[in-house]
């Protein structure tokens, strides 16, 4: 099966394929998120995780833990943040991947906002 989706992280040193598609596309406005990303929220996508494949010959993917069940991954040397996942959550088998590390196109069917409780003030739902 031919890969759907491309992506790396910003020094190129970690790439990934998935061979599904991307599915739950969320901008989440939580604070955890945010941090994260260093962003006012931060674009994620879903796929079972059987279904991505993440080449890594550095060994520079780290592993934070947020939380007691969710795991946040990165690149140790350039600091891209890539995936998270929830081993508690409602789909504990699947892997969320930061979408703007995708490096292929994808245009989602559908997307939402969650978290919008945690915003930041200065997020304004406008483009200008």
Known sequence: MKALYHGSCLC????YHIDSPIKAVSHCHCSQ????????FASYGS????????????????????????????????GANLFWADAAGAFPD???IAL?????????????HVHIGSKV???VERME
Not at 101 to 106: H, M, S, W, Y
Request: with cysteine; glycine share 10%.
């Open 121 to 123: 003030c200065w997020w």
């Open 47 to 78: 796929v079972p995780g059987a279904d991505l494949t993440c080449l890594d010959p550095q060994g520079l993917v780290r592993v934070y833990h947020s939380s007691p069940t969710v795991s946040r991954s990165f690149c140790s040397c350039c």
């Open 100 to 112: 703007g590390t995708l490096d292929t196109p994808f245009e989602p069917a559908r997307q939402k």
């Open 12 to 15: 190129g040193a970690v790439t």
């Open 33 to 40: 998120c945010r941090k994260g990303h260093g962003a006012a």
């Open 94 to 96: 699947w892997i969320s």
